[in-house]
């Protein structure tokens, strides 16, 4: 089957997913129907109180885990159907990933961290060294490409984090917290970087925060409640 037309303008679309996380014999639903779209070269945000599902929904727009039901589109295309490998393949090559925690790899520096996915690509040396000198200069971080990750500032080690994601020039790029445990001044910095990521390479962003400040920089503001995605000013607030 083809994806209708109308898909052509959304960088990731997905609905009906559920989620449900399950620990000896406790159940949590975290997602609970939820559907988001986000389109092309667009800055979305979503906020909503802490346990509303918000990192799930990152996890599983992902392809970090896989929704008991719904589907996800990357471009029109449903990422559940296809085989692990192929699936790992387009996550790598489409979406850049900021996770609340843990995003670099503490065993490689800087530059190794920015490019990881690259040589996992299988991209040639002269143009992953390329890549990563562009992005390094990008978030103000040149000299420090042969840094131990442990020995970064919580701004640097974001400001790799980013550079790695964006190293496959995705499509679309999703973040949990990017600003989380900065400062006001580096938080704005890197608020900065992501607004010219999108303005140069029509990336698409979520940002997912519980910061007001992140929000504004948005053109579309989302809310999540009890696993589901709300529009904001939709009028569905009421109760
Ligand atoms: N690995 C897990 N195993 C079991 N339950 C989990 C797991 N991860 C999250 N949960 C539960 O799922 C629900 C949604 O969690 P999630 O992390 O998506 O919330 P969140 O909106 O990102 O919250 P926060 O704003 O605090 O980051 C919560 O009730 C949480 O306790
Ligand atoms: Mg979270």
């Known amino acids: 089957m083809s994806a209708p037309a109308t898909h052509a ?7 009906g997913l559920y989620l449900i996380y399950r620990e000896r014999d406790v159940e949590t639903v975290a997602l609970r129907g939820a559907e988001i779209s986000l389109p092309e070269g667009a800055w979305t945000s979503l906020m909503g109180p802490s346990g509303s599902g918000k990192s799930t929904l990152i996890h599983v727009l992902g392809g970090l885990l896989d929704p008991s ?11 559940t159907r296809l085989p692990q490998a192929e699936r790992a393949l387009r996550r ?19 530059a190794g961290n920015v490019a990881l996915t690259l040589r996992l690509d299988g991209r040639p040396a002269a143009q992953v060294r390329a890549r990563v000198a562009e992005l390094l200069a990008r978030v103000g971080l040149s000299a420090h490409a042969r840094q131990p990750i442990g020995k970064l500032s919580g701004g640097e080690a974001q400001r790799v984090a980013i550079a790695a994601a964006l190293a496959p020039r995705p499509d679309v790029l999703l973040t949990d917290e990017v600003t989380g ?10 608020l900065d970087l992501l607004a010219d990521v999108r303005a140069r390479e029509g990336t698409a962003i979520l940002t997912v925060t519980h910061n007001p400040l992140v929000a504004e920089r948005a053109d579309r503001m989302l809310r999540m409640r009890d696993g589901i995605v709300i529009e904001a000013g939709r009028g569905t607030d009421s109760g």
């Open 9 to 15: 303008a959304l960088a990731i679309e997905a609905d």
């Open 69 to 79: 039901g719904g589907r996800v589109l990357i471009r029109g295309e449903d990422l």
């Open 92 to 110: 790598r090559r489409h979406i850049g990933m900021i996770l609340q925690r843990d995003n670099l790899h503490p065993l490689l520096d800087v």
């Open 181 to 190: 445990e900065l400062d006001e001044e580096t938080a704005g910095e890197v």
